[in-house]
């Protein structure tokens, strides 16, 4: 999900970005597309205590570690933000997030609503996207197809949802990530890229 840019593809200011949205509306799709389409970002890969997923893999989707050691990376204050989200542990490794932007990176954290309104306060130069469903009824859909939720878990989420909906007036941007339409949600995210990465002065971050 991460491409080392050479000198030419490097970015002049590179921009923490932070995407959120409800559970299930497609947010790590739309982070994939954009790497396979080749565009020079680094996704930060967060730390988790859940259990992975079917077709997961370590490094790739989360680091996938044990409550006490994550209990210890906080302790070490080597989290940016986390938070805990259903009975698990989230968080965005700090390292992650030098390392890219000395390369020139964007760094691309995605993180859910609660997350997001964390890192509102602990990195307020962060641009925040929020990516929303085109409807309750596509995100029931597509949380249904996920397959991975019990039934009480999905309505859970669903109800989340309603809530998380009414703060995407917090965030810098909001795109709808329709059905069928991935490309338009990635077309839009990466203008706002190069809109915002030409600001000056450019965002400074204390990490």
């Known amino acids: 999900m991460s491409s080392t840019p050479t000198s030419k593809h490097k970015v002049t200011n590179p921009l923490i970005v932070v995407i959120s949205g409800p559970s299930g509306v497609g947010k790590d799709t739309l982070i994939e597309r954009m790497a396979e389409l080749g565009h020079n970002h680094q996704f930060t890969v967060t730390a988790t205590t859940r259990d992975p997923r079917p077709g997961e893999r370590e490094g790739v989707n989360h680091h996938f570690v044990t409550r006490e050691e994550f209990i210890n990376m906080i302790d070490a204050d080597e989290l940016l933000e986390w938070a805990e989200v259903y ?98 949600a990635v077309r839009q995210v990466t203008e706002i890229f190069e809109r915002e990465s030409h600001e000056d002065p450019p965002r400074k971050y204390d990490l």
């Open 87 to 184: 009975g698990n542990y989230y968080g965005v490794p700090k390292q992650q997030v030098r390392d890219a932007l000395a390369r020139g990176q964007h760094v691309l954290i995605r993180v859910d609503v609660q997350g997001a309104r964390r890192l509102r306060q602990l990195l307020p130069e962060a641009l925040q996207i929020f990516v929303m469903p085109p409807s309750m009824d596509s995100l029931r859909i597509r949380l249904k197809k996920r397959g991975v939720n019990t039934a009480d878990d999905m309505e859970n989420r669903l109800n989340a949802a309603s809530d998380e909906l009414l703060e995407s007036e917090e965030f810098d941007y909001c795109v709808v990530n329709a059905d069928g339409a991935l490309d338009e």
